[in-house]
């Protein structure tokens, strides 16, 4: 049972192989890179080897990230299906479910995904203190 459940660090290591082989040059995008630890999540293994359709379990999360996680990943438009769900409420974890375009892979999605919604998080918060800089100095 354990041999079908792969780590994020093993596709991670696939990941990095077959950029590899493509090129050379991606290189300069290695630092903006997001890896999450096997500790957070783990790829539930299905019913066939096929990148384009993966589940996901992220242990210690909720709705909060599995609807925001799940917007952000259905507006790329390689992607055919993103879901989530919390198996039961009293196990603390969140399974999302990604299907893609043979354009691309589910791990990829995840990964833009989890990209725009950081993006998303930090425009938010610089235009919130932006807004509250901007109110504190009217005050004075």
Do not use: W
Not at 21 to 44: G, L
Not at 128 to 135: F, I, S
């Amino acid at each position: 049972m354990e041999e079908d459940k792969r780590t994020e660090e093993d596709v991670v290591m696939d990941d990095a192989q077959s950029e590899e082989e493509q090129t050379d040059n991606q290189s300069e995008n290695a630092e903006d890179e997001v890896i999450v630890s096997a500790d957070k999540m783990e790829i539930i293994a299905g019913a066939t080897g096929d990148q384009t359709a993966m589940t996901f379990c992220f242990k210690e999360e909720d709705h909060t990230l599995g609807n925001s996680l799940r917007h952000m990943i259905n507006k790329n438009p390689q992607v055919d299906f993103c879901g989530y769900s919390i198996p039961h409420p009293s196990e603390a974890k969140m399974h999302m479910r990604i299907q893609t375009t043979k354009r691309t892979n589910a791990v990829d999605a995840l990964k833009k995904g989890m990209d725009d919604l950081t993006e998303l998080c930090e425009y938010i918060k610089e235009a919130y203190m932006a807004e509250l800089a901007n109110h504190d100095t009217s005050m004075d």
